[in-house]
């Protein structure tokens, strides 16, 4: 793979290598061939990645400078949530769950 760098899927942070669809969209493939997937996708003179998706009716299966690419969101799982501990807090700062809970002052009707 030469030309563009790989970039880090915005969920997962996974490496990714971003192509452009035959319509002009973006799509983000797993950076290794996988023979399982349904991308062909091939390199410009320009260096940018081209893909298509084969495999549908009437489509054409992968040509012989094509490499068969999985699409990340295939394979893309979320990172966990960072858990944030309970006690975060500093000492002077009260939690807004407990000050929603608190009702101060008389209702008006």
Known sequence: MTGQPLLKCGRCRQPVLPA????????????????????????DSDGTWKTRQFGQPGSDPPWGWETVYTPHVATC????????????????????????????????R
């Open 77 to 108: 799982s979320p990172a966990p949530a960072p858990v944030v501990p309970a006690d975060a807090l500093p000492k002077n700062v009260t939690p807004i769950t407990a000050a929603r809970s608190v009702r101060s002052g008389t209702r008006r």
């Open 20 to 43: 452009r669809t035959e319509r002009g969209r973006r799509i983000a493939l797993d950076p290794q061939p996988d023979p399982k997937g349904n991308q062909a996708a091939f390199q």
